[in-house]
């Protein structure tokens, strides 16, 4: 005998054109050795700020117009966001118009705070400056590219003339806000260095030292630092190095917001901005689902749900997270991917036969121990295999929770038939039932829905009324019955049946009313045995149906009958025809 390790093949390298690409090197000649946020935990909210307006919008092949950017910013003041980045007034009229309109409608809150976009040259400040004008509570966010590959090859520009134009750039928003805007206007200053990921961690702080000698920040005078990942270069930890070695050296710390707005290049935007939360990053820029240039900014969702399912409290509304989702898609004209975090159509739901078993038996043990706790199931710790939050809890319904397809087993199966039509199928029930879905799913190779699931249940246990477009089957059919009970001998029965197309009435005794029935029909020539039994009623009150399930032998034949009747006697007779029936098709 061989392990597999001796006879697996060992994978191979590519043609692709490796001697192009080095590993990230930003963080050489830099001591990182005493870092600290490893072994820190996440136990609140950042400051969040949705640039779906800006960053967001100048993504979309087509940009929002007007209607559709009001409504995505109404959104996002519903859901709680107090910092909105709103546009880049000095590079459309476009967008100045647009901030204007907010401002003149009173849209903006008293608590929220919007920000505007610049590069910093005069011109393009003053513009940006003026569209704020009567504005309760804005930002001005000025920025200027300080790495070395824009320096060297886009402009031309060393250390010290990139450094002025940063400089100048503060000044001019200094200048302007103190000329345009009035004391009615809570103003603010935020800067950001790009790309700061792949700028000298040294030269980032020193253009950062230079703006706030500039800007002064004070109490009652913060400044915002933004550290963008503009382009995703390195693993989440190498970021978190970059945002802690920041937030060491900066001075007047206390009086600085650090900011991180990571883009999504790499795949791991998330995971960038949440492991800069714990090295030290106080806000953080993003847009709703991960809009954005290329990749996408951070996916401001997925982040807030992270911290949710952890017990932090996001300080956003996602409690209709399809509302949500409809509407950026409305907005954007994107569509969310179906797998998409949270908000994907199908993130809450299992097709897999072993994962819906094991959520079937874990929501009913959650109804157990609320029952037996007298409590509802939302006062308990959520703990549910492969759901790492409550859907109900984003507004979804457990009826997404389990789908059925050709991958689904018993435990979806019947989950759903006892969430839809109220029918707890026995276990060996269930068995049997999972395979007539599993021939039909076998077969149109297509997903099961729950009304596909009542059709195939129906068709093959419950008896075909005339008016419905399944093929009307089964020998027996039962008109009506009769019983009286024989004090201390045995009960007889009555009971009027169709045979085919013949009526006729048959009589039979027994120990109750299934003895009996199962009695008479030997009288045609059926021989049937009672194996197992199992009834409950489908609903509750003087009018309720209930439902019989009834194992039986049939020659040599063992298989279900299904019975549903107002009457519990007539029901369990319905399930013995039922499985009759079965027997002879």
Excluded at 110 to 135: N, P
Excluded at 428 to 437: D, G, H, P, T
Excluded at 489 to 515: F, K, M, Q
Excluded at 562 to 570: F, K, W
């Amino acid at each position: 005998m061989r392990h597999d390790s001796q006879v697996r093949a060992a994978q191979q390298p590519t043609a692709m054109p490796i001697h192009k690409y080095r590993p990230f090197a930003g963080l050489d000649g830099y001591d990182l050795s005493a870092r600290t946020w490893p072994s820190q935990t996440i136990t609140q909210a950042p400051r969040w700020l949705s640039t779906d307006l800006r960053d967001g919008n100048q993504a979309l092949i087509e940009p929002m117009d007007p209607r559709r950017k009001r409504r995505m910013f109404d959104l996002l003041v519903r859901m709680g966001f107090k910092e909105i980045e709103v546009g880049f007034p000095a590079a459309s009229q476009t967008d100045f118009d647009f901030v204007r309109s907010i401002i003149d409608d009173g849209a903006i809150p008293d608590d929220v705070t919007i920000s505007v976009l610049t590069q910093a040259r005069t011109d393009l400040i003053e513009r940006t400056v003026s569209s704020l004008i009567g504005t309760p509570r804005g930002t001005v966010h000025v920025y200027n590219a300080t790495a070395p590959v824009f320096r060297e090859v886009v402009f031309r520009n060393d250390r010290g003339a990139t450094k002025d134009l940063a400089i100048k750039g503060t000044q001019d928003v200094v200048d302007f806000a103190e000329k345009l805007l009035d004391d009615q206007t809570v103003f603010g200053l935020e800067y950001s260095p790009e790309i700061f990921t792949d700028t000298e961690l040294d030269f980032a702080l020193e253009v950062c030292e230079a703006v706030m000698d500039v800007y002064q920040p004070e109490p009652g005078r913060e400044i915002i630092l933004n550290l963008p990942a503009t382009v995703e270069r390195a693993t989440p930890n190498t970021y978190a190095d970059q945002i802690e070695w920041m937030s060491r050296n900066l001075t007047r710390r206390e009086h600085i917001a650090i900011s991180v707005h990571p883009h999504n290049d790499r795949g791991t935007a998330v995971a960038a901005a949440e492991l800069a939360m714990m090295a030290g990053a106080d806000r953080v820029e993003g847009c709703l689902f991960g809009q954005g240039e290329r990749t996408g900014n951070v996916d401001l969702v997925t982040l807030s749900l992270n911290l949710f399912s952890q017990g932090v409290d996001p300080q956003l509304d996602l409690s209709d997270i399809d509302e949500i989702r409809r509407t950026v898609e409305h907005c954007t004209q994107m569509d969310v991917h179906p797998r998409h975090p949270y908000g994907g159509d199908l993130v809450y739901t299992s097709f897999s036969g072993s994962h819906q078993d094991a959520l079937k038996k874990a929501f009913e043990a959650r109804d157990a121990e609320a029952a037996a706790a007298g409590i509802t199931s939302d006062e308990l710790i959520w703990a549910l295999p492969y759901l790492p939050i409550d859907p109900k809890d984003v507004g979804r319904t457990y009826e997404a929770v389990i789908r059925v397809n050709s991958q689904s087993g018993k435990g979806g199966i019947s989950y759903l038939m006892k969430s839809e039509r109220n029918l707890d199928l026995p276990r060996r029930l269930q068995i049997e039932f999972s395979r007539a879905v599993q021939a039909f799913t076998d077969t149109s190779g297509s997903e099961v829905t729950a009304d596909d699931l009542w059709t195939i249940f129906s068709d093959e246990y419950l008896p075909v009324g005339s008016g419905s477009e399944l093929e009307q089957w089964g020998r027996f059919a039962l008109r009506g019955t009769r019983a009286s009970s024989g004090g201390d001998g045995p009960d007889t029965l009555s009971v009027d049946l169709t045979d085919g197309d013949r009526a006729l009435t048959l009589e039979g005794a027994g120990n109750g009313p299934i003895a009996a029935f199962v009695d008479a029909l030997t009288t045609v020539g059926v021989d049937v045995s009672v194996l197992d039994y199992a009834e409950h009623a489908l609903s509750e009150g003087g009018d309720a149906t209930a439902a019989a399930y009834v194992e039986c032998s049939v020659g040599d034949k063992v298989l279900w009958g299904v019975g549903i009747d107002p009457s519990i006697t007539t029901a369990s007779l319905k399930a013995i025809i039922s499985a009759v029936n079965r027997a002879e098709r």
